[in-house]
DNA sequence: GAGTTTGAAACT
DNA sequence: CAGTTTCAAACTC
């Protein structure tokens, strides 16, 4: 007997609406051609349906099933197997499956499958009829062990998400063939579902064999107390990029898994199937699904010389491996360190990390790898080749070029300027006094000051001269952080702005001025050319450092494949020319670079 | 789509 | 607990 399905209020919440919310158009469409065919409630909703989450062009009602009416008023037996298609709208994340029948519309190809239709054309026309055959309502059913564990640790978002992934999107079908969809072999049973809509054989995962499964559930239960759990706690999947990117990834897999030859890289290992790092949870032998990006990079290249055990482990997991690594900036880095991708560039990264693994062992490797919690550093290229010495000397340089270019001009200009001063002396017939003409002539001698003081103040900064007393140049004191060479020198100029507003009020403005300028421009330019030649400089000793290490890691990993035999001569000349290449493009850059700047 | 590989689950 | 077998998904061709 074939009745049509009555909505009124009840326990049973049937969230179509939902699917609208999950970016599912076509479903949504569906359930509210579904929810049209059924016909509105007859009385105001028990549940509010999250409003704001609901497609404004979808019935706003939350479609409810009375399950008391549903059985006292239309009895229905159980038949067997249903002979065609249906689809078994199931229940809400927020209820337990006990509470609810099952809402079976559209007839399945499989007897015992249940089949998802997910376009509105799809829908059978007996639904866009008024009365849709309930060929075998699913009587309510004892929660499970497996129930209530979700429900409970599910949030209702979850829950309808998995809800969702079960009855209307989800991608993954089982196809057991030997367990009957009653062992943890089979995902849907693991994952506490009815097979919906899968390819599996002899499946016994669903209702109609529903004491056959509470069987199986308790001798996996019994087996293990948690099989039904989630397997990843704590988890932020790290398929979310920003989050990923930032490094908060804080799930990790309950369990932990034991893979061997897959480095933890592919969908064989659950932590990585999961989109989670390997944590101390893990068994795995050459680990490569941890958070160092780098460290991922580095290891590929030793882990064919070495069997790698998880460095989770040995406590290089998750948060606290420091990226021992030159190019964490690199965008094939970036490119790289995207979770989803655990794919490694090989072009450059492969290059940089062979330079800097190149003559470290394993052991050396370890003593270099810090741990640092929550914390990743950078670490540049060029830290071994710019020592704090260096930019020292460099400042000194820059300075003494300054400071020459100064007096050179400054002599220059004094000389003029006692030239103009004996002319005004003779034009003021002695009316000028000592006064005038000592200010005059503070003004070169402040200049001399001014950088001297800038030296020295670099120098003080470098600890290589001791403060000096109460000087109005002084920025340093009163407990003033320390300022840069360069913000010294800037403010060096400011004062020196100062001074001569305040203190040379009787120079002579316009010549002044034009001294001073000649004199900065002066010494901007020796600056700035002394600056490019330096940059050049560095840009040299890059480009020889990375040659050389380059070159050293590629006899590295040479004999490292070597050692193993695994090695192929393509490979080796493939990745000696990589490297290779890399070295013309960063030193261009680097030229470029330098010249842009200088 | 068939065959192989892989690792978890199940079993001993 | 360790080793082996079974199983199904992932992967390769």
């Known amino acids: 007997m074939e009745k049509p399905l009555q909505l009124c209020p009840g ?40 409003l704001a989450k609901v497609n404004s062009s979808l019935p706003l009602w939350s479609p409810v099933i009375c399950p008391s009416t549903f059985a006292q008023k239309r009895p229905m037996s159980l038949p067997s197997p249903p002979p065609a298609k249906k689809l078994q709208v199931q229940q809400s994340s927020s209820m337990l499956p006990q509470d609810f029948p099952k809402l079976e519309v559209l007839p399945v190809e499989k007897p015992t499958k249940l089949q998802v239709r997910r376009s509105p054309q799809h829908v059978s026309p007996a639904l866009k009829q008024d009365s849709p055959k309930m060929e075998k309502p699913l009587l309510p059913r004892p929660a499970t062990f497996i129930d209530v564990m979700l429900s409970s640790q599910k949030p209702s978002s979850e829950m309808w998400s998995e809800t969702k992934d079960v009855t209307l999107t989800r991608k993954t079908n089982c196809s057991c063939k030997y367990s009957k969809c009653l062992k943890l072999y089979c995902e849907c049973f693991e994952k506490g579902r009815y097979c919906i809509g ?22 996996a239960l019994e087996r293990n107390p948690a099989a039904f759990m989630p397997k990843v706690s704590n988890s932020t999947a790290h398929n979310c990029e920003s989050k990923a990117a930032e490094g908060d990834i804080m799930g990790k897999h309950t369990k932990g898994c034991k893979c061997k030859r897959t480095e933890c890289l592919k969908k064989y290992c659950e932590c990585f199937k999961a989109s989670v790092f390997c944590s101390e949870n893990c068994r795995c032998t050459g680990c490569k699904n941890y958070k160092s990006n780098a460290d991922r990079i580095s290891q590929k290249n030793t882990v064919h010389a070495h069997h790698v055990q998880n460095p989770a482990s040995s406590g290089m997991v998750g948060q606290s491996v420091i990226i021992f690594h030159a190019a964490e900036n690199d965008s094939s880095l ?8 655990h794919s ?7 290059a940089l990390s062979c330079s800097l693994t190149s003559s470290v062992t394993r052991e050396d490797a370890k003593s270099l790898v810090k741990y640092v919690p929550h914390e990743v550093t950078y670490r540049p290229s060029l830290a071994d080749i710019i020592q704090i010495e260096d930019v020292n000397e460099l400042c000194n340089l820059l300075i003494l070029v300054s400071r020459q270019a100064g007096a050179t001009l400054l002599e220059s200009g004094m000389k003029e300027n006692t030239k103009r001063k ?19 002539q503070k003004e070169p001698a402040k200049q001399m000051c001014s950088l001297e003081k800038s030296s020295n103040e670099v120098l003080i900064a470098e600890g290589r001269l001791e403060l000096p007393r109460a000087d109005p140049f002084d920025i340093q004191k009163g407990n003033k952080r320390p300022l840069s060479p360069g913000t010294q020198a800037l403010m060096c100029d400011e004062q020196d702005a100062v001074f001569q507003d305040s203190k040379a009020p009787d120079a002579t403005p316009s010549t002044t001025e034009e001294n ?32 050389k290490l380059s070159l050293a890691s590629t006899n590295c990993s040479e004999q490292a494949f070597a050692d193993h035999g695994n090695n192929s001569s393509i490979t080796r000349v493939a990745k000696v020319t990589r490297i290779r290449q890399t070295i013309p493009q960063f030193s261009s850059k680097a030229a470029s670079t330098t010249a842009l700047d200088v």
Do not use: M, W
């Open 11 to 50: 326990s049973v919440k049937i969230d179509f609406a939902s699917a609208s919310y999950a970016g599912k158009a076509d479903i949504a469409a569906t359930a509210a051609a579904l929810l049209h065919a059924l016909g509105p409630p007859r009385t105001p909703p028990c549940y509010q349906l999250p």
């Open 198 to 219: 899968c390819n599996c054989t002899n499946c016994c995962n669903n209702v109609n064999h529903e004491n056959a499964r509470q069987d199986a559930i308790n001798v």
């Open 334 to 341: 970036s490119l790289a360190a995207s979770v989803s991708d």
């Open 344 to 350: 490694i560039n090989n072009n450059t990264s492969h």
């Open 422 to 440: 004996k002319l005004n002396r003779v034009d003021s017939c002695l009316s000028s006094t000592n006064h005038d003409r000592e200010a005059i």
């Open 516 to 547: 001073l300028v000649d004199i900065f421009k002066e010494q901007e330019k020796r600056v700035l050319t002394n600056f490019r030649d330096y940059l050049c400089k560095l840009a040299t000793c890059g480009k020889l450092q990375e040659l």
